[in-house]
């Protein structure tokens, strides 16, 4: 049972309860994890604007950042007794959600677990769902574990809304 559990990690909390809950089911299973970090197309263009008054390379720095970030989970599952590996995509082929099910099917995973930010309305419609899709279209389960309320919130606080349009409760 679910021996090979692929975790795409981003950075955000809401992706760190989603490992956490990987690496608790790796325990109970005796399975072992592959951390996955895409950099995509629209991290690249974030990046670019982020060291907009720099010089440098700066697919590089997105590169050291996203090992930065698989170190540290990978850190985190030793410290649980959870063997994991990792899987840095920066090949700008596809879209994350196919590169995550790309992965899943060529590891091969027994399990993808991710978390959610559970996104509604105006912010959905905006942001898009990547969980949604990797749903869609993995081959194997998908196990979606949403933030709690108070993450889910601290995330929705980041995202602003463009002037002139407004939000309703």
Not at 138 to 155: D, Y
Request: glycine share 8%; charged share 20%.
């Amino acid at each position: 049972m679910y021996q090979r559990i692929l975790v795409p990690v981003d950075g955000s909390s809401t992706s760190s309860h989603g490992l956490g809950e990987a690496i608790r089911l790796a325990k109970v299973t005796a399975g072992r994890l592959r951390l996955i970090h895409v950099i995509d197309e629209l991290s690249f263009a974030l990046a670019m604007d982020a060291y907009s008054g720099h010089v440098g390379d700066w697919l590089k720095e997105l590169r050291a950042a996203a090992t930065k970030l698989l170190d540290e989970g990978k850190a985190r599952a030793a410290a649980e007794g959870v063997e994991a590996d990792s899987v840095l995509c920066d090949s700008f082929r596809g879209a994350v959600p196919d590169r995550v099910t790309a992965e899943a099917a060529s590891w091969p995973a027994d399990l993808i677990v991710l978390g959610t930010h559970g996104r509604r309305g105006l912010g959905r419609m905006v942001m898009g769902s990547s969980a949604e899709q990797i749903l869609r279209t993995a081959t194997v389960p998908v196990l979606l574990v949403r933030a709690p309320e108070s993450h889910a919130k601290a995330e929705a606080a980041r995202f602003t809304l463009p002037s002139g349009v407004l939000a309703s409760q």
